[in-house]
């Protein structure tokens, strides 16, 4: 491995570090959001082709608006089965924070909406809302998309693939090493739009995820309503946070995570944090401030790291 790692190193010194070549780009609307995917490899074509169909499947399997979706007919596959073990394994590491049987509770806010229908928000009742947490139905919109990470992952160690980075709204998911030897830089966009506030740079294959209240919300008399749900008292969470970042390997961990500590907020998810080591964090705050967790390579902001020890 390490010889075939040295003979890389020379033909890029020896090509002279020639130019990164463009990659072949594909971009769909999937899962409610722009999919945005670049394949360098001799399998390109057949890679856009694939995760294109992977994720136009994934969708129509797991929609909450589709009738005909495994959701509603009650009708598991194995595979299937599995994915839903892994969501409830998800949210008993994070404490209930993470929990994928919200369906009832985000229909009730109004956050779902079939294709090109208006979203119709409504703000619950305590009563409504009750009844909804009492009503415990499959929704894995919280991790879907970071899974969607892990299956490309798996399509493209089948492919002749080099690397490959896809933006899946909001989900990045690296694939492979660049030829020069740098990390890929992921842009973690500012909350309140116009640019991004930081750069996290990564190496290989890697998927690094946000939930934000920026992403999905209404606003009434002022007061910002988002998507993400405190399954704690059914509304949406208020812990001080405008986002999280997630970077970790596995797709849907990072995306169970990011969504959970979203909900648990600064100081409860850096304890999750302390007790993990697959996971790195950065955590911006409503009052501005950016915290990174030690291992985040994060750069482009001023922010203040965490460490292990308390
Ligand atoms: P994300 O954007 O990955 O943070 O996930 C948000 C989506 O997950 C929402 O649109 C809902 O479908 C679902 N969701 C909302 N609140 C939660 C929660 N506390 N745990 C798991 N899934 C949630
Ligand atoms: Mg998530």
Redesign the pocket.
Known sequence: MKRVLCVMLLCALLCGCAREQPGRGQTLFCMNTFMDMTFWGSDADAAAEDLTAIFTELERTWSVTRGDSCLYTGNFTAEQQVLLDRAEQLRLRTGG????R?RSL?TLWG?YNAQNQEPDFTLPTQTQIEQALADPRW?L??ILKGYAGELAVQALEALNIDRAILNLGGNVQTYGEKPDGTPWNIAIQSPDGGGHLGVVSVMGTMSVVT?GDY??YFEKDGVRYH?????ETGSPAASGLRSVTVICQNGTTA?AL??AL??MGLDKGVELWRQSDDFEAVFVLADGRICATQGAALSGCEYEVIGREN
Request: hydrophobic letters at 35%; glycine letters at 8%; a negative charge.
């Open positions: 924070a993470f929990d994928p919200l985000s956050f929704d919109g919280g939930s992403q999905r998507h993400i749900l405190d399954p995306d990011s969504t979203f909900v």
